[in-house]
């Protein structure tokens, strides 16, 4: 089964605008990692954000948690055409063991 | 090219046959999982191992589905009696030892993907 949801489930913006997405979890979390995904490829990790923080920032990506509402967003600022991808939020449980993925986010940015 | 490396890229079989993926990790990561992935969908966890030993099984790998990692080095998953159901991608990623809190991303392969006509 699957930890996550992401939401919205597919968004479309233009080049330079930013994209959010949004997170939901259901049980409690060691860590919470994002990830990207471009069509018919691997998944690559994009940014990592522990339990006892709250917001994280690297480059054009922010990340925030909320372990109250047991929710993270993802917002990616500027954004490009080669931003255009499928976004996975991914919940570890237990420092060290598997992660759960949501359903993703198809992101697509338009030149 | 020192990544996760997942052959082969491409399976079509018949239904009924059986089928292998192969997938080499990054060499000084001692825990490699598998993970499936149907079109829209997030990957959804099979199987993971650290070192030679399978930790953890999903209820997702039936009877039909082994995996293994003799020596602790590259794994296999076997998939016996191949069924339409099973036409996905099959992710394979690697991880270093834990070293806390701060640390645990998974590093991918590129995948294999079946089609079981």
């Known amino acids: 089964s699957q930890q996550g949801e992401e939401d919205p489930q597919a968004l479309s913006i233009q080049e330079g605008e930013n994209a959010t997405m949004n997170c939901s979890y259901k049980t409690s979390i060691n860590n919470l990692q994002w990830y990207r995904q471009n069509s018919g490829r691997g998944l690559v990790h994009l940014i990592l954000i522990r339990s006892n923080e709250r917001e994280k920032h690297s480059g054009r990506l922010r990340v925030t948690l909320d372990t109250s509402k047991k929710s993270s967003s993802l917002l990616i600022t500027a954004s490009r055409a080669a931003d255009t991808a499928s976004y996975f939020c991914a919940t570890d449980k237990a420092a060290g063991n598997k992660l759960t993925f949501g359903g993703g986010t198809r992101v697509l940015v338009k030149p | ?117």
């Open chain 2, 1 to 117: 090219d020192t990544g996760v490396s997942q052959n082969p890229r491409h399976k079509i079989t018949k239904r009924g046959q059986n089928v292998t993926f192969r997938c080499d990790p990054i060499s000084e990561h001692n825990r490699l999982y598998w993970y499936r992935q149907t079109l829209g969908q997030g990957p959804e966890f099979l199987t993971y191992f650290q070192n030679e030993a399978q930790l953890e099984k999903s209820r997702l790998l039936s009877d039909r589905f082994s995996a293994e990692r003799p020596k602790g080095s590259f794994s296999t998953l076997e998939i016996q009696r191949t069924e339409q159901g099973d036409s996905a991608m099959y992710l394979c990623a690697s991880r270093p030892p834990f070293r806390g809190a701060g640390t645990g991303e998974l590093f991918f392969g590129e995948g294999s993907r079946l089609t079981v006509l």
